[in-house]
Every structure is written in structure tokens, then in C-alpha cells.
């Protein structure tokens, strides 16, 4: 088990507060398998061709997103924001967020771009989401573009951080899992006013995966 440490708030009202935490799970268990000697990762800048994927998140990570947007300068903040609608709409006319929950293979078929994506490199990079962090191939890129079946081949993390936050979130009064391409389009919600519960035994939840 990888040995990233981390500090725990004392106590925890919204899944926002162990997001980071989550974050440096995730980063820390990738870079530390990436690491290996064994393991060459074929990943990097303009390879986006997995930014076509429906991408779930919990409603933390999306006001995580729409925060970092919001502290861009204005012109870089715009021009985001264009491609968010612009992505929405076209994912609306397909009506890829009901495909995408059921079928994401169908979402991937689609080939509507995620709207951060620019010049196939991710335009919000720090603030990616944990399924984004989590997705790292040592397979030739080029069979990401076809999702070619046994041909993909991803790194496997020692503990699923993604479900463990996703539990987090529930338990603290957000269950619902969105899709980011048509969810970021809308108005984030807002968390929910849920008692305060230990940051340590949240915190235990997340290492474990």
C-alpha cells in the first residue's frame, strides 16, 4: 500500500474539505507506480484522445472545477466557458448524458471532445478530476483513440480513491454522481448542511479505497 501522507481535518462538513486529500491519494499512488522500472507511461502533453470519455464526478469536484475557472483572467475564463456551451449543446442534441450514465462506450462513439480540452491537451490540468488523474496507460496512445478491446492497457491503483470519495460524498449528504461535460454547463450545487462528522474516520475511508 503506497504511503502518501496527508493531514486530516478534524472535522468535515462537505466532501470539498478531503478533496485534496483525495487528490494526493490518487497523485501520489500513480506517480509512485509510474515510478517503477517496469512501468513506462505512454501519456502526455497533446495526447488527448481519452478526453472523449464520459467523466463521472461528485458535486465537489465540480465546484472544484467551476472555482478554478472562476480565478482564471477573464479572456482565458471565456473562452472556456464558449466551449462549455458549445459541448453542452452538442451533447444535449445526441442526448449523450443519459447515454454516457448508461452506455459509455455509446458517449465515447459520440467523439464530442470534453470542453477543456485545448489543442488535445488539458486546459485545467491542476484541477482535473480524480477519474482523469486516475486514468494513466502505458499502451500505445494510439489505442485510446479506438478504445481497441485488450489493447488498452491502464495502471492499476492499489485502492479505488474514486469510489472511496464518492462514499465520502454520499455520506455527507451527496450521493449523486454527474457527468462533467454537461454538468460543468449548468449551476453547481451547493452542498447540503449535514452534521459535522470526523475528518479522521473520513480520512480512513479514503486510504483504504
Same mark, same amino acid.
Given at each position: ?5 496527508? #493531514? ?23 506517480? @509512485?507506480?509510474? +515510478? +517503477?522500472?517496469? =512501468?513506462? =507511461?505512454?501519456? @502526455? ?13 461528485? #458535486? ?5 472545477? +467551476? *472555482?478554478?475557472?472562476? #480565478?482564471? $483572467?477573464?479572456?482565458?475564463?471565456? @473562452?472556456?466557458? /464558449? ?9 444535449? *442534441? ?17 467523439? =464530442? ?14 484541477? +482535473? ?51 462533467? #461535460? $454537461? ?17 479522521? /474516520? ?8
Amino acid at each position: 500500500m503506497p504511503t502518501t501522507v496527508v #493531514a486530516a481535518p478534524a472535522t468535515v462538513t462537505t466532501a470539498d474539505q478531503l478533496l485534496d486529500v483525495a487528490k494526493t491519494l490518487v497523485d501520489g499512488d500513480i506517480d @509512485g507506480i509510474g +515510478r +517503477r522500472p517496469e =512501468i513506462d =507511461i505512454s501519456c @502526455g502533453p497533446a495526447c488527448g484522445a481519452c478526453c472523449r470519455q464520459a467523466v463521472p464526478v461528485t #458535486a465537489a469536484e465540480l465546484r472544484a472545477v +467551476r *472555482a478554478w475557472l472562476d #480565478a482564471l $483572467p477573464d479572456d482565458e475564463r471565456r @473562452g472556456h466557458d /464558449e466551449r462549455i456551451a458549445a459541448t453542452a449543446e452538442a451533447l444535449a *442534441a445526441a442526448d449523450a448524458e443519459a447515454t454516457g450514465i448508461a452506455d459509455e462506450r455509446a458517449y465515447f462513439a459520440l467523439g =464530442i471532445a470534453c470542453p477543456f480540452l485545448v489543442d488535445e491537451s488539458c486546459g485545467i490540468h491542476p484541477a +482535473r478530476p480524480l477519474a482523469c488523474r486516475e486514468y494513466v496507460v502505458t499502451s500505445d496512445p494510439a489505442h485510446c483513440a479506438t478504445r481497441s478491446d485488450g489493447q488498452i492497457v491502464r495502471i492499476s491503483a492499489t485502492r479505488d480513491v474514486l469510489g472511496a470519495f464518492a462514499a465520502v460524498s454520499a455520506a455527507l449528504g451527496e450521493p449523486t454522481e454527474y457527468l462533467l #461535460a $454537461p454538468a460543468i454547463a449548468r449551476p453547481v450545487p451547493e452542498p447540503p448542511a449535514v452534521p459535522a462528522r470526523s475528518g479522521l /474516520e473520513l480520512m480512513r475511508v479514503l486510504q483504504r479505497g
